[in-house]
């Protein structure tokens, strides 16, 4: 996946002043071809200019079409964006605590589990990297933002409890997580664990796929971990009232694909520290950003010296 994008875009509408540039080339040519027929010797000038008495000079054209796109360009602050091996990666673990993750299909709950798992993939990340913990349910909560102190990560986890707040917003989750990214130069990568029961702004028509718009262009990975079962009992009311916490796969698979992340299905506490080695290990990839602006000033400079040479000869004019 290759993409572009422009720190200050506003500076691209000058490029439309690549066509003022063409229709004055040709304006001026024709300028300089009446005035070359005043000439009465084309014998003589033939021999001084070569075959071609009158050119277009479209050579000449291409070259500062290119200068003027390389310097427009260069000052909108392009960067291309590929996904390709990095060295590192900064997290942001984002955990629901809504009332459904009290559900006792993971044992001991879906959200003890789900802490446990973190936990242990903060244990055995190898790399040196920041990560941030996120908790949401009907509302988000920045437990930390992106530390690399272990000890301190693993005892924020542990203090995670279930929200009084009812319902569970995964947009805003993912929102929140990709902004704590933003000042991260290295790979982004935001796993979000919940059971996929998107409650908050389910009346708001895409908000799930706006979310995942939105890290998706700010280049931030979203690896999803489904907890439970389809159809898990729920933890905080008693089991003869048969209420299920509704699983929703489909959501995580949508919020992954659109984020080039991964989905993983964690039915069990065992499939659970699975899928954080496999994004531990997917995490050697990351989305890797080269700033064109310096090497775009370059090439206008370089051709900016040949324009200069091929008018100084090739492209001379006879008085």
């Known amino acids: 996946m290759v993409s572009i994008t422009f720190d200050n875009p506003v ?4 490029l439309l002043s690549i066509p003022l540039l063409i229709y004055t080339h040709f304006y001026l040519f024709r300028h300089s071809k009446a005035r070359a027929m005043k000439f009465a010797n084309f014998e003589a000038l033939k021999r001084v200019t070569g075959e071609k008495l009158i050119t277009k000079n479209i050579t000449i054209l291409i070259i500062r079409i290119l200068i003027l796109a390389s310097v427009i360009i260069a000052a909108s602050g392009a960067v291309i964006w590929y996904e390709g091996r990095v060295n590192r ?45 996120v908790s949401f349910s009907g509302t988000t909560f920045v437990e930390s933002v992106p530390i690399d102190n272990k000890e301190s990560l693993k005892k924020i986890i542990s203090n995670i409890e279930f929200t009084k707040t009812g319902g569970t917003d995964i947009s805003g989750a993912i929102i929140t997580s990709t902004n704590l ?29 706006s979310s995942a718009e939105y890290a998706a262009e700010k280049h931030t990975v979203v690896h999803t971990v489904g907890v439970g079962s389809e159809a898990g009992p729920i933890g905080y009311l008693p089991e ?61 400079l370089l051709l900016l010296f040949l324009e200069w040479g091929l008018i100084s000869t090739r492209f001379r004019k006879i008085p």
Do not use: C
């Open 11 to 14: 500076y691209l509408w000058y």
């Open 240 to 300: 003869y009232y048969n209420v299920s916490a509704v699983y929703n796969e489909q959501t995580l698979k949508d919020i992954s694909n659109m984020t080039y992340g991964e989905y993983f299905e964690a039915k069990n506490k065992e499939q659970l520290v699975e899928a954080y080695h496999d994004i531990s290990e997917s995490a050697k990839t990351g989305f890797i950003d080269i700033e064109l602006s310096h090497p775009l000033m370059l090439l206008a």
């Open 89 to 133: 990666n900064d997290f942001v673990i984002a955990i629901d605590t809504s009332a459904s993750m009290a559900a006792k299909d993971v044992i001991p709950t879906r959200l003890e589990a789900a802490k446990e798992a973190a936990t242990d993939f903060i244990n055995n990340l190898q790399t040196k990297s920041s990560i941030g913990i």
């Open 181 to 209: 990214l933003l000042n991260s130069d290295k790979g982004r990568s935001i796993i979000l664990i919940t059971d996929g029961s998107n409650t908050v702004g389910a009346f708001i028509r895409d908000s799930i796929k």
